[in-house]
């Protein structure tokens, strides 16, 4: 059973920093992509970020390029979420997926072949 958890949300005032981890089993790491989504209330869910399976390559939407850092361990089966300067606009539940297509880094939720449950970020102004 494939599970993914995600961890390292909470309560950040704007300006500050947090890290997500998602912890993957049930499943070959390092044969997948890893993204992150993110959903803010009554918004649809958004991608953030994408790594590829070895962490050469990386994509990240604008929203957050220059202040969000995306980072794995294969080893560990973890990927990582570093946000710095962190915005109210960012405020949302974010969930890591795993996607078992290699070839293109994909940014659509259809896409993912597993989801995690979410963690709650809260950017207060």
């Known amino acids: 059973q494939v599970q993914l958890v995600e961890s390292g949300g909470g309560l950040v005032q704007a300006g500050g920093s947090l890290r997500l981890s998602c912890a993957a089993s049930g499943l070959t790491f390092s044969q997948y992509t890893m993204d992150w989504f993110r959903q803010a209330p009554g918004k649809e869910r958004e991608f953030v970020v994408a790594?590829?399976?070895?962490?050469?390559?990386?994509y990240y939407a604008d929203s957050v390029k220059g202040r969000f850092t995306i980072s794995r361990d294969n080893g560990k089966n973890t990927v990582y979420l570093k946000m710095n300067s962190l915005k109210p606009e960012d405020t949302a539940v974010y969930y890591c997926?795993?996607?078992?297509?290699?070839?293109?880094?994909?940014?659509?939720?259809?896409?993912?072949?597993?989801w995690g449950v979410g963690t709650l970020v809260t950017v207060s102004s």
């Open positions: 997926a795993a996607d078992n297509y290699r070839t293109v880094l994909r940014t659509t939720p259809r896409a993912m072949d597993y």
């Open positions: 790594i590829s399976w070895n962490g050469d390559n990386t």
